[in-house]
């Protein structure tokens, strides 16, 4: 849990500023009077009244995905992610670049942004490519991407929220439900980031300065091709990007986007991790799933195609 919101956060009931309470940052309080105390693990529970009706991931569902990514099968993509995320955040003006993870997740994305500014780090080209011959890495650098991010991970599963936690501890971690005015002032962020998420395309604009940017990550066509049907995941469209960009709604205009596919060898649990991860876990069967994984032969080869698309507000 960072030590106090380097942001401006809103109270999620009045809308006016939270602040650390008398027990630091443990308890976020507003002029009103509305108090938030941290959940033992460490993350605030902002959602009130009756919000709108959703279906948050199970803890099966987030444990899945947390062992799948633990394992390193997605890796490129957090990388990239990151990469594409940064030039938004070293480009912030004074204070500490601020980034919001809309439907964080178990925390694994906005992970490999932290580790990216986090100081003492190389700097951002710090590539394979980039290691010294005879094995030694170039001299630690100091740079924009060395001030530590300012980061709140949002997500309305509080078993998701539990992790992420965990994961990203100098982040503040935040169940709320991202179809909610979001609980962050106005320009105050300098990246968003949404991976496999909802988009709340009005309320990433209100809370991105002017300049910074919306990093997208969507499936492409053809994604886990390979499992789908054995393992139920049919009927999940890949977004296209004319939806994606409607879904944006007049918000965000294109700026780059870059496609990412991985050739994935996976054992049978993972497979089935991965099927039972995504939003198909909610009606999956759990015991057909490990009837199928018992069936799987060693290894699979599945392709994941991903595309990250990075937008910028239009006014
Ligand atoms: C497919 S998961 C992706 C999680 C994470 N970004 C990742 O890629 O590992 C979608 C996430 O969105 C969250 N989510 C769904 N609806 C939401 C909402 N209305 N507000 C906030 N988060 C939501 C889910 O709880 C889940 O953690
Ligand atoms: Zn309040």
């Not at 580790?115 to 010294?132: M, W």
């Not at 209100?206 to 919306?214: A, D, I, S, T, Y």
């Amino acid at each position: 849990m960072p030590s106090a919101p380097d942001f401006p956060l809103l109270c999620p009931v009045c809308r006016s500023s939270l602040r650390p309470g008398a027990d630091g940052a443990r308890t976020l309080v507003c002029g009103a009077g509305h108090s938030f105390d941290a959940a033992k693990q460490g993350y605030f529970n902002f959602l009130v009244g009756k919000g709108t009706a959703f279906e948050a991931d199970t803890a099966e569902m987030v444990a899945a995905r947390f062992d799948f990514l633990s394992a390193g099968h997605y890796r490129p993509l957090a990388e990239a992610v990151a990469e594409l995320a940064a030039p938004a955040l070293a480009g912030a003006g004074e204070g500490r670049p601020a980034v919001l993870d809309a439907g964080t997740g178990t925390g694994h994305y906005l992970r490999a942004l932290l580790d990216r500014f986090a100081p003492g780090r190389l700097g951002s080209n710090s590539t394979e490519s980039e290691r010294v011959e005879g094995g030694g890495v170039r001299p630690e650098r100091s740079g924009p991407e060395t001030v530590p991010l300012a980061a709140i991970g949002l997500d309305i599963s509080k078993f998701a929220l539990r992790r992420a936690a965990r994961m990203n501890p100098e982040a503040l971690n935040v169940v709320g439900d991202v179809w909610q005015p979001l609980p962050v002032a106005d320009n105050a962020v300098d990246a968003v980031t949404v991976i496999f998420a909802p988009r709340n395309a009005p309320e990433f604009a209100r809370v991105l300065r002017p300049g910074g940017r919306l990093v997208v990550v969507t499936p492409r066509p053809g994604h886990l091709a390979e499992i789908a049907v054995q393992t139920g995941m049919l009927g999940i469209e890949p977004a296209k990007d004319e939806r994606l960009a409607a879904s944006l709604g007049g918000h965000f205009a294109p700026v780059v986007a870059r496609d990412l596919d991985l050739a994935l060898a996976l054992g049978p649990r993972d497979v089935t991790r991965l099927a039972f991860m995504g939003p198909a876990g909610h009606h999956l069967d759990p015991s057909a799933l490990a009837a199928l994984e018992a069936a799987l032969p060693p290894s699979t080869s599945v392709s994941a195609r991903f595309r990250i698309s990075v937008f910028a507000p239009t006014a």
